[in-house]
DNA sequence: ACGCACTGATAGTAACACTATCGATAGTAC
DNA sequence: GTACTATCGATAGTGTTACTATCAGTGCGT
């Protein structure tokens, strides 16, 4: 097929597509002649995956370009895909590289992947991305419990052997590295999303809407002093 | 305090702080005279707060002022709070607004949910968020299985009554609530973050490295995926 | 032989999140 | 009282990102 059918089975605009061709997003076509290319179901497929990966994954150019080059190298381990594509997806969902976490934050986060027999490599950047929101609450003046930290960690442990469950009644290796990538992009928007479905309803559960205190205040503009009085 | 020290407390530059003042990510400071602002330690609180939001939970600035607006409405009950805050947050972490979910991905979601007695509006956006990543999944080639779908399902539930949990022994309402969003966002970020740790284990559980298989090249020295070539 | 789709290259655009500059003013130091 | 410095609101500018549009040249199909 040529670029408009492409344009046309993917939904992305022929001028988007050149884009993604120019980033190397999507890989080049066969050259048939001097202004003829031809794509095949391959390259549609990879426009989606694109799309799912910028639109549904929040991820950045630049961090889909990072993430599909190591589904594209070859001759790599599941296992080493795995790892490459962590990285590659960052610490942020962008490659922003703002303040690192501190270190007693990135202990206490430690200390919770050893509570769960969890064996990583000091570079995953999960030590990161965790570290900083405990840094983040701190700032906030909020002190979150070991077992609220448990809890979180339960549910990782949960989605991680869900994830890995998926795969391996897979047969091909091309197949497989795919969807350890989707699963980790996509995982976290699926997560989100049921999330926010558990908590409307355990939410109501704990505060019933129908609440007779008499928190809510006529008026009043007092200045409240949030400080955690840990 | 004024602006010049509120910004070294909090770490942001003042014409940044000035940009927040604009947009209404920060409530005015008490006018002393024409030229004299006065700020208390609820302005570097919220600054702290604002900077999370963005940076951490990668709020969008328009997103960031829904949010804190809801939480600034003081006449809201706990739930309505919640409600008017997911709302706020929208279907993306900005406020872009793509093709919507299939009916069948939305209704696939909605037995999730009934399966785990979760009792939701219908207009959560939950709903969207996860029924898009079905579709995308689809688009991609894969169908999640029933399994799949209620181990990430039961990590919600895990998580929610955490969040839940943490809230419950606390005084304020005030505090309550701002906990309540700043744990929506932030667990986002927490969860992604711990999740990569339980892969990296769980990865190497259910495909050792050294694996047999064929694909996998055991010549020692990998070359390392393509740093920024910039 | 003519027209249209295609090619790569380059330029333009819109949104976003700041960041810098400005003139006017006012509090503080001497 | 004068000099100095910080602040004020307003406005303009900057760098990045993710496209989107235009263009000159090429060649397949009828």
Redesign the interface.
């Known amino acids: 097929m040529r670029i408009s059918e492409l344009s046309r089975r993917s939904g992305a605009p022929v001028s988007t597509l050149k884009y993604f061709l120019r980033e190397g997003l999507l890989r080049e076509g066969e050259r048939l002649s001097g202004n003829q290319t031809s794509y095949d179901d391959s390259h549609v ?1 990879r426009v ?2 694109v799309r ?1 990966l910028l ?2 994954g ?1 991820l950045s150019i ?1 961090a889909a370009k ?1 993430v599909l ?2 589904l594209d ?1 070859e ?6 895909t ?3 594509a ?3 997806l960052g610490v ?2 962008d ?2 590289s ?1 303040a690192a976490a501190s270190e007693a934050a990135r202990e206490r ?1 430690a200390r ?2 050893a509570r ?6 000091p570079e ?11 840094d ?2 701190a ?4 002190e ?2 070991d ?2 930290l448990a ?18 009644d897979r047969e091909s ?1 091309d197949l497989i590295a ?3 990538i ?1 699963g ?1 992009v ?24 129908a ?1 007779p205190r008499a ?5 009043g503009a007092r ?6 009085p840990k």
């Open positions: 497929q989606r995956l799912a639109d549904t929040g630049a990072r080059a190591t190298d001759n790599s381990s599941l296992a080493h795995f790892e490459a962590q990285h590659a942020g969902r490659g922003s703002r986060i919770v992947a769960n027999s969890w064996h990583t490599s995953n950047p999960g030590f990161e991305i965790s570290a900083r929101v405990l983040d609450l700032a906030i003046g909020y979150p419990s077992a609220y809890a979180y960690a339960a549910a990782a442990d949960t989605i991680a052997h869900a994830d890995l469950g998926a795969l391996r290796a795919e969807l350890m989707v980790t996509l995982g976290d928007a699926l997560i989100a999303g049921l999330r926010r479905l558990a908590q409307e309803s355990a939410t109501e559960e704990l505060f019933p809407v609440e928190d809510a205040r006529p008026s200045q409240p002093q949030r400080r955690d």
